[in-house]
Nanobody
Framework: QVQLAESGGESVQAGGSLRLSCAAS????????IGWFRQAPGQEHEGIAC????????LYADSVKGRFSISRANDKNTVYLLMNNLKPEDTAVYYC???????????????????WGQGTQVTVSS
């Protein structure tokens, strides 16, 4: 189990931007695919972005495509999620997770993550 820590969440106005960070203190993140997920109040976790071990391989949910960008900084052992043009519906707790591939985060339509970290709260006001 790779221990990850999310940070960077804040309260922002609609249309604003935030950059979330996902860092590991012990594991080398360049050996894993990293996925970003979010959970809005009363809803299930939603997968929103993933970056493969090859950073050229990225996937985005339709709800964030064109607004969010996932990237790696291997020298900092960190994966970022840059979120632009934020909307109130982006309000959620954001989590990151590690796996062998982006496809391994899913079992059919279900998200397959053994445990979630603390997450970081993003609140977007209109």
């Amino acid at each position: 189990q790779v221990q990850l820590a999310e940070s960077g969440g804040e309260s922002v106005q609609a249309g604003g931007s935030l950059r979330l960070s996902c860092a590991a203190s012990e594991a080398s993140l360049d050996k894993y695919a990293i996925g970003w997920f979010r959970q809005a109040p009363g809803q299930e976790h939603e997968g929103i972005a993933c970056i493969g071990i090859n950073a050229a391989n990225t996937l985005y949910a339709d709800s964030v495509k064109g607004r969010f960008s996932i990237s790696r900084a291997n020298d900092k052992n960190t994966v970022y999620l840059l979120m632009n043009n934020l909307k109130p519906e982006d309000t959620a707790v954001y989590y990151c997770a590690a796996s062998h591939s982006c496809q391994d985060f899913y079992d059919g339509a279900d998200i397959r993550v053994d445990s979630w970290g603390q997450g970081t709260q993003v609140t977007v006001s209109s």
